[in-house]
Every structure is written in structure tokens, then in C-alpha cells.
């Protein structure tokens, strides 16, 4: 029904213009082309510091978004482009530290790469990508200490500040750590998280606005004689694939259990973007049509589907077929197989779900909210 005072010719009139935006919409909201905290020390002539610095970040910067959105492997035997025109791809470049001497700099940078020119160069070299992000994860850090002791909460768990402390990260896969406070102790246990209480893994999910759960448990072992330590990382990952496992053991200085933790913290968020990364890995010559039916009450929704879609990285055409009453016809354009497809309009909280007669239903998902008790 058209909102008061708008007639149905209006109404229909202004969801044709709310397509004409769709349409315009980038994905910036799943922007996987930037790169943050990329180093750089430069020794030379001090007129020209800062120029060369960036020049330096820029390429640092490009190796670092491929190997995040394309397989290690592939992007380690590619030949980068010129500097030059790794600097036509730059859309904005952010120094977050500096130091400089007279010959001598120091800074870190942000570098934000135009998708196109990225995308471009993978797909020229044949080389699949992803650039799909997943909805941020809640992970659980459980600390086992070397005497065996199990702990979650409080400052005891070494394991939960050494994920604080982790740098930033602009990857396909994005985490947040509990805060620790009142209400998360009251809610989740060692114990319950180890056993795998989904009940409680949910609200806490629901509570940080977090897709999937993971429950990383990291466990510290004894020196040895030979002055190492090993660190035991079990991992479960909840989600609505079912619970996904994922082990690993390093070994480190055994004067240097911080250095061993942090390192642990690499390995888990390897673990969880490799993954994630491997399952959306899209074939770049790939394209596929889909005719979808969007059911509509108003306007507002409307607009949430709009922006949602627009979210949505791998979606390279939208067009308008029909509007009616009932809701609007469209038919999209994408880039990967289904079910690669669903999974990312799952990251933009939309539901797609083919009906068995050519034309799938598109709706709005829950979209989070107000955790229930658990």
C-alpha cells in the first residue's frame, strides 16, 4: 500500500527512482581494497623522503590486498604492474605515523585501492578472487596456562589480551573480541564455550552483532629442556554450516610466551580467512543471470533492500523488469556460482530463495538486533 498521501502512481513513480540509485550504488560498504599499517623505512635524499615513502607503501600495500583476496600461491609468482600505474589505482593514501630525520623516514600508511583496476589486473593474470566479506566474528579466546589451568574471564587469560593487542586489519574476514565486562561473565563459561553450549554462543553472537562464533582455545605448554614452548590451537568456528574445526601447533622461544601468543593470533585469523577465502573465490570470467521476484510493502523496505544490494561486491547489473503491486521483478547479474551468491547477499542480511520455476525470492533478513535472554 503507498503511504498517505502519495498516490499509487507516486509511489511506484519513486520506487522506479529508488532502482535509478540502486543502480549507481558502490560497494564501498565491502571494500577488501585497502591495505593499513604498511611499514615503511626509506634512507636517501631527504627532498624526496616522504615521495619515495609512498611509492614504497603503495606497492607494499597492492601485495598485501592480493595475497588477502587471492590465493598466496598465485599472487607470490605475479610480476606487479609499474609504480606508476600501481599509483593511478590509489584513491587515497593516509599517513597514520611519521618520523623524519634528516636522510631517514619512518612512517606506517593506509592505502585505499580503486576496485576496478585491482579486479582487472587478477582477472587479466587469470587469477580467481574473493571480495567477499563476511559478517564480522565473535571469537572466544580460552587460555589453558601450563599448569593446566582453564580460564576465560579476568586477567589471567594472556591469550584474550594478546587479541586486544592484535593491529588492524581491513581482511575478508573481520573479528571482535568480547569486552569481558559483567554481563559476559554472567552469560558464557569456560566450560559452556569448550562444550559448545550454542544457546549461549548465539546471544553472545547476537549481543556483538557478529554472523558466526568462534571458540578459540589456546593451550600453553611447559619450557623444555631445549628452551622451547609449544602453543596447541583448537578451534571451532559456529555458524549456520554447522560447526567447522580447524587445529594447529607452534613452537617458540620459551623466554618469549607473548611473542608465541601473538604469533598464535596470526595463525588463528589465517585459519579463518584462508577458509573463508577458499570457499568464495570466484572465477573472474565467470557471470551469471538471475531473475528475482522482491515481494513490497513500502517504500522503507524498499530502501533497505536497496542499500543491502548494494553491499553486495559480486553483483555487476541490476535491471528493473516490472513493478506492481505485489513487489518488483528484477533480474541480477553476478559474478561466482549460487551459492557463492547467497552467501554474500547472506553478509548483507538479504535471503534469496529459488522457487523450482526459473524465478527466486529475494527478502530482507533479520539484520540483527536486541539479543533475546538466554
Known amino acids: 500500500m503507498a503511504p498517505a498521501g502519495v498516490s499509487i502512481r507516486g509511489f511506484f513513480g519513486l520506487l522506479g527512482l529508488l532502482m535509478g ?10 571494500n577488501v581494497y585497502v591495505a593499513s599499517g ?7 635524499d631527504a627532498a624526496t623522503l616522504r615521495d619515495q615513502a609512498v611509492v614504497m607503501a603503495q606497492r ?14 598465485q599472487v607470490a609468482g605475479l610480476q606487479l ?43 587479466g593474470q587469470g587469477v580467481a578472487f574473493a571480495e567477499t566479506r563476511s559478517k564480522q566474528m565473535l571469537l572466544i579466546p580460552i587460555y589453558t596456562d601450563e599448569t593446566g ?20 586489519s581491513n581482511a575478508l574476514v573481520p573479528i571482535v573480541v568480547p569486552r569481558g565486562d559483567l554481563d559476559d561473565q554472567n552469560t558464557l563459561s569456560a566450560t559452556e564455550a569448550l562444550g559448545g553450549n550454542e544457546p549461549k554462543l548465539e546471544f553472545m553472537g547476537e549481543r556483538y552483532q557478529a554472523g558466526d562464533v568462534v571458540v578459540a582455545e589456546a593451550q600453553m605448554s611447559a619450557p623444555t629442556p631445549d628452551g622451547k614452548r609449544s602453543l596447541a590451537l583448537n578451534v571451532t568456528r559456529y555458524g549456520t554450516e554447522g560447526p567447522q574445526k580447524y587445529e594447529d601447533t607452534l613452537t617458540g622461544d620459551a623466554a618469549d610466551p607473548d611473542g608465541l601468543m601473538a604469533q598464535g593470533v596470526a595463525a588463528v585469523q589465517s585459519m579463518l580467512e584462508g577458509a573463508w577465502k577458499n570457499a568464495n573465490l570466484v572465477d573472474p570470467n565467470q557471470r551469471t543471470a538471475v531473475s528475482v521476484h522482491v515481494p513490497l510493502t513500502g517504500i522503507e523496505q524498499w530502501v533497505a533492500i536497496k542499500r543491502r544490494l548494494g553491499q553486495v561486491s559480486l553483483i555487476k547489473g541490476v535491471n528493473l523488469k516490472e513493478l506492481a503491486k505485489s513487489g518488483a521483478d528484477l533480474e541480477i547479474s553476478y ?34 538486533g536486541t539479543a533475546p535472554a538466554p
Not at 38 to 44: C, F, R, Y
Request: aromatic share 8%.
Open 38 to 44: 604498511v611499514p615503511v623505512d626509506v634512507t636517501g
Open 81 to 123: 604492474p609499474p609504480d606508476d600505474e600501481i599509483g593511478a589505482w590509489v584513491s587515497d593514501v593516509e599517513i597514520e605515523e611519521e618520523k623524519m630525520a634528516a636522510t631517514h623516514y619512518v612512517g606506517r600508511y593506509t592505502i585505499r585501492f580503486a576496485a576496478a583496476p585491482v579486479q582487472e589486473f587478477l582477472s
Open 21 to 30: 540509485v540502486l543502480l549507481a550504488v558502490p560497494a564501498s560498504a565491502q
Open 60 to 73: 607494499e600495500a597492492l601485495k598485501k590486498v592480493l595475497a588477502e583476496i587471492a590465493p598466496a600461491d
Open 335 to 368: 559474478a561466482g556460482d549460487e551459492a557463492q551468491f547467497i552467501r554474500a547477499l547472506s553478509q548483507a542480511d538479504l535471503n534469496m530463495v529459488p522457487s523450482g520455476e526459473g524465478v527466486a525470492t529475494l527478502t530482507l533478513g533479520s539484520g540483527g
Open 149 to 168: 589451568t582453564t580460564g576465560l574471564w579476568g586477567p589471567s587469560n594472556q591469550w584474550m589480551a594478546s587479541w586486544a593487542a592484535r593491529p588492524p
